[in-house]
C-alpha cells in the first residue's frame, strides 16, 4: 500500500516517535510545577522553543505553542479580530483558505464582523493589487494562506506582507503556513508577517500539537484563558511529549526542505506529464504550484469511486481536502477557481512526501490509466 | 539603509587619550571585532592608527553594523562608499550618494574634504568647493550651512582611494573589553545588578558574576534565571563566568540570630565577605554591586557604610546616582528587564523583615556576628562549595556528576 494523501496528515518520523516516547515516560513533570521534575520539563520547553524558533528564524518568545493548525488560526483571527475592535471591524482573506480560517471569518461574521473574501484566478491565486485594493480605514487582518491545501497553489504572501507594510502598516498579516512548511520556503522575517501557523502531524510530527508565530510587540486576546502558560498567550498545561516532538520534526523538515522539495519537483512533473496524457482528466494543479500537491477533476464520475479504485490498486490518495471530504458538497476552491459544480466535485488529490520515488509514481500512473479505463468501459455500457 | 556600502569606518571614543596603553586598547577592540565578523565570514577588519575599517566583500551593511554597534570601545560606525582617487569620479560618487539620502526643504548641507594624500592635485578648502557645487546643483532644495549642517558629507582623499561618507551612527562607547581589569559582579535577579553588570562591562571591565542562592528556599528557577540574565550580558562580550554560592546555611544562621532588623544587613556582610574571597581566588581587583542609593534600607548611606565596612576591595556601584526609571530604561535596552521582572524569588526577598534597619549600628552589627562563631568557617565552606558556570551567548556549560544523565538530551531535537 502507497500512502499518497501527506497533505491530510503525514506518518510520523521514527525519531519523533522515539522523542516522544522517551519523554512521555521520562518527563510527565508539568513545566509549572517548582520541583525538579516541573524544572526538568521546564528546561524541555525552553529548549524546544529555540529549536522551532531556530527552524523558523524568529525569536524564542514570538512562538506559542497550540494544539494544532486550526487553533493557531482561530487564536489569530479570533485574536486579533477581538483584541483590535477599536481599530474596526473588518477582515480580507481568500475564497480558498483551509477551513479553519474560512469558518472563524464566518463565524465572526455571524457576530458582526465584515468580511472580505477575495476570488482567486484559474490557477488559484490572488495578487498583491488585490489585497492592498481591499485594505479599508476599519481593516484589522488580513490573513493569506501559504500554499493551497486542495491545489497547491502558492500565494504571494511574501509580496503581499512587504505592500501592506509599506502602503497599511497598521494592518496585522496572518500566513496560514500548514502547506508550505517544509516545502516551499518563506522567510518571516522580511516578509511582514506578524502571525503565523504550523502544525506539526503535516511535517512527520505528531497530531494534537501545533504553533503560532506572533511577531515581537503584538497582542492578541487570548482563546484561551486560565492559568497564564506561554506567557498567558495561550493557556493549558503545556504538551511537553508532543512539543519537543514537533521540535525535532520542524528541524528535520527545515533542514531537508531544500532537496526534498527538489526531489518532489521531478515527482510532480511526471504526475503532471501522466495525467495530462489521460484527455478524461482535467489538471487544476500547475508545475509553479507546491511541489507536493498534484489535483485533478474527473468529471462525469464519482471521486469517491475513483478513490476507491485506486485504493484497490494500492495507493491511498485523498478526494479534496480531508477536512472537508466527509462532505458531498463540490470544493469551494475550485468554484472559486471557476471550475463547474461537475468538475470541482469529482477532485482527486495526490500529495507526496519523503518516501515516494520515481517508480512509486510510474506505478501509480499505470494505476490511474488502468482505473480511468475501467470507468470508461463501464460508463460506456451504461 | 537603501545604498551600497563597500566598507564600514569603526571609530574610537576616549581610548585614543590614553598615551602608551592605547595600542593595548585598540587591539582588545580589534580582537572583539573579528570576533563578530566570524558570522561574516567574507567580511575583513583592517586596523589603522586610531580608526578600525571592515572592509564588507558583499556582506549586508546593516547587518554587520547592528552585530558591531554593541561592541565597548567603539564610539560610531559610518558605512563608506569607496571610489577611486580621481576628482571625477569623486564627484559622480558624492552626488549619487546625497541625492539618495532623504531630504526636504531646508535640509542643510556641507562638504568636508580632507586630503590625506597631499600628492592629489586639489587641496582639501578646494575640494569643498568643488564637491559641493555639482552637489548643490543637483539638489536644489539644499542649503549649505557650514556650522550645523543636518548632511555632514565627509570626503577622504587617499592615494588610490578615496572615501565617502555622512551617517555616523553611534557605538556603545567606552573602553573595549577586558581593558580595565577584572571585578566581581554580585548579580542577584533583581533589575539592578545586571544593569550595573553592562555598566562596568562598558567601562573595559571583565566581569565574573557570583550569585547567591538558598535552595530549598529558592527555587531552581531562580537560579536559571539568573543564568539567562548571564546570557544576556555574555551577549556583549562573548563569554562570562557565574558562581553559583550556596547560601542556606549562611542565611539560616543569621535568620536563628533572631535580629530580623538587621537579617539584611547581616546577609549582605557575608555575602560581600564571600564575594572579597571569590576575587582573590580569580584575580579581581574589585566588586561591582546594583546598588542605588536611597532605593531599599540595604541601600541606604548608614547601611552601605556598615556592609561595606567588611571588604578591603574598592567596592564600585555603577548606579549609585541614578534613578530607577533611567535603570530600567538601560534594562530594556540591553534586553535584561524582561528576564529581571519574572517572579522567581533570589535569596534576598526571603526573610525579609517587616521593617528593616535603614541605620544600622556597626557595633551591634558586629557584635551578632562574634557571636556566630561558626559564621567564618560557613563562609569558607560556601567558597568551597560554589559551582562555576560558563555562559555563552549560545550554550551554558556546567559541570554535572557523572552518573546523572542529562536532562535535555541533544538527540530528542
Redesign the interface.
Known amino acids: 500500500m502507497k500512502y499518497m494523501d501527506y497533505a491530510a496528515t503525514t506518518p510520523p518520523h521514527p525519531e519523533v516517535a522515539r522523542t516522544i516516547a522517551d519523554i512521555m515516560s521520562l518527563h510527565y513533570g508539568n513545566p509549572s510545577s517548582l520541583h525538579i521534575l516541573g524544572e526538568q520539563s521546564e528546561q524541555l520547553l525552553k529548549k524546544a522553543r529555540e529549536v522551532c524558533a531556530g527552524a523558523l528564524q524568529v525569536r524564542p518568545a514570538e512562538i506559542v505553542f497550540t494544539s494544532g493548525a486550526t487553533e493557531s488560526n482561530n487564536a489569530a483571527i479570533k485574536g486579533a479580530a477581538l483584541q483590535f475592535m477599536n481599530r474596526g471591524k473588518h477582515l480580507i482573506t481568500t475564497e480558498i483558505e483551509h477551513p479553519s480560517v474560512y469558518e472563524c471569518c464566518k463565524q465572526l461574521e455571524s457576530l458582526g464582523w465584515e468580511v472580505t473574501y477575495l476570488p482567486v484566478d484559474e490557477r488559484g491565486q490572488v495578487t498583491p493589487e488585490q489585497v492592498c485594493a481591499a485594505v479599508r480605514s476599519d481593516t484589522v487582518l488580513v490573513s493569506v494562506m501559504h500554499v493551497n491545501n486542495e491545489v497547491g497553489s502558492i500565494e504571494p504572501v511574501e509580496e503581499i506582507g512587504r505592500r501592506l507594510k509599506q502602503e497599511h502598516p497598521r494592518v496585522l498579516f496572518h500566513v496560514d503556513g500548514v502547506q508550505g512548511f517544509g516545502k516551499v520556503s518563506l522567510s518571516l522575517q522580511d516578509s511582514g508577517i506578524d502571525l503565523y501557523s504550523l502544525s506539526a502531524h503535516k511535517l512527520r510530527g505528531p497530531k494534537g500539537i501545533g504553533l503560532l508565530y506572533i511577531r515581537e510587540g503584538i497582542k492578541l486576546l487570548p482563546l484561551l484563558a486560565g492559568g497564564g502558560q506561554e506567557a498567558a498567550r495561550r493557556s493549558g498545561t503545556e504538551n511537553i511529549p508532543y512539543i519537543v516532538g514537533m521540535a525535532k520534526a520542524l528541524r528535520l523538515a527545515n533542514e531537508g526542505q531544500r532537496e526534498l522539495a527538489e526531489r518532489l519537483r521531478r515527482l510532480q512533473a511526471a504526475l503532471i506529464r501522466g495525467i495530462s496524457d489521460l484527455p478524461k482528466l482535467m489538471l487544476n494543479s500547475t508545475p509553479q504550484g507546491a511541489p507536493h500537491i498534484i489535483h485533478f477533476s474527473y468529471p462525469g464520475m464519482k471521486a469517491e469511486a475513483m478513490l476507491h479504485m485506486l485504493e484497490e490498486e494500492g495507493f491511498l490518495v485523498s478526494t479534496k481536502s480531508a477536512c472537508s471530504s466527509k462532505k458531498s458538497e463540490p470544493s469551494r476552491v475550485l468554484l472559486a477557481m471557476g471550475r463547474s459544480m461537475e468538475e470541482a466535485s469529482t477532485g482527486i488529490r495526490i500529495s507526496l512526501g519523503e518516501e515516494h520515488t520515481e517508480q512509486d509514481i510510474e506505478q501509480f500512473l499505470a494505476a490511474l490509466r488502468k482505473a480511468v479505463a475501467r470507468m470508461e468501459d463501464l460508463k460506456g455500457r451504461g | 539603509m537603501n545604498l551600497d556600502y563597500e566598507m564600514l569606518l569603526l571609530r574610537f571614543g576616549e581610548i585614543t587619550v590614553k598615551g602608551k596603553n592605547r595600542a593595548k586598547f585598540e587591539k582588545a577592540a580589534l580582537a572583539h571585532v573579528r570576533s563578530l565578523l566570524r558570522f561574516f565570514p567574507k567580511a575583513e577588519a583592517i586596523h589603522e592608527y586610531g580608526r578600525i575599517y571592515v572592509k564588507l566583500n558583499g556582506q549586508p551593511a546593516d547587518q554587520v553594523i547592528a552585530s558591531l554597534k554593541n561592541i565597548f570601545g567603539l564610539t560610531s560606525i559610518s558605512p563608506v562608499k569607496v571610489v577611486p582617487s580621481n576628482l571625477e569620479e569623486i564627484v559622480a560618487a558624492a552626488v549619487d550618494f546625497v541625492k539618495k539620502l532623504p531630504q526636504e526643504e531646508h535640509t542643510t548641507f556641507k562638504v568636508h574634504a580632507r586630503r590625506v594624500f597631499k600628492g592629489f592635485p586639489h587641496s582639501s578648502h578646494e575640494m569643498n568647493h568643488l564637491v559641493g557645487s555639482p552637489v548643490l546643483s543637483a539638489c536644489p532644495q539644499l542649503k549649505v550651512d557650514v556650522h550645523h549642517p543636518d548632511i555632514e558629507l565627509r570626503v577622504e582623499i587617499r592615494e588610490h582611494v578615496t572615501y565617502l561618507f555622512c551617517e555616523v551612527i553611534p557605538a556603545a562607547g567606552g573602553f573595549p573589553r577586558g581593558t580595565n581589569g577584572k571585578a566581581m559582579l554580585l548579580l542577584s535577579g533583581g533589575i539592578d545588578s545586571p544593569v550595573a553588570g553592562y555598566s562596568a562591562m562598558r567601562r573595559g571591565l571583565e566581569i565574573e558574576c557570583v550569585h547567591f542562592h538558598s535552595y530549598p528556599f529558592t ?3 531562580a537560579e ?1 534565571k539568573v543564568l539567562d540574565l548571564a546570557q544576556v550580558l555574555s551577549g556583549f562580550t562573548g563569554r562570562i563566568k557565574v558562581h553559583l554560592v550556596p547560601f542556606t546555611d549562611i542565611q539560616t544562621a543569621l535568620a536563628k540570630s533572631g535580629q530580623d532588623n538587621l537579617i539584611i544587613t547581616l546577609m549582605r556582610r557575608s555575602m560581600l565577605r564571600i564575594a572579597t574571597k571569590l576575587a582573590e581566588k580569580n584575580g579581581a581587583l574589585a566588586l561591582v554591586t546594583g546598588d542605588s542609593l536611597g532605593q531599599v534600607a540595604s541601600q541606604t548611606l548608614a547601611s552601605m557604610n556598615v556592609i561595606g565596612k567588611v571588604t578591603d576591595l574598592p567596592l564600585l556601584r555603577p548606579l549609585v546616582m541614578t534613578d530607577k526609571e533611567d535603570i530600567i530604561t538601560l534594562a530594556k535596552k540591553i534586553g535584561t528587564y ?1 528576564l529581571s521582572i519574572l517572579p522567581y524569588e533570589d535569596c534576598c526577598t526571603l526573610f525579609v523583615p517587616k521593617s528593616p534597619s535603614t541605620n544600622p549600628n556597626l557595633r551591634i552589627v558586629e557584635n551578632i556576628e562574634n557571636g556566630l562563631t561558626e559564621l567564618e568557617n560557613m563562609i569558607d565552606a560556601a567558597v568551597q562549595g560554589t559551582e562555576t558556570v560558563i555562559v555563552k551567548p549560545d550554550e551554558i556549560i556546567r559541570k554535572k556528576p557523572k552518573d546523572e544523565p542529562e ?3 541533544e ?3
Request: charge should be neutral; hydrophobic fraction near 35%.
Open positions: 527555587s531552581k528557577k536559571e524582561d536532562v535535555v538530551q538527540q530528542w531535537f
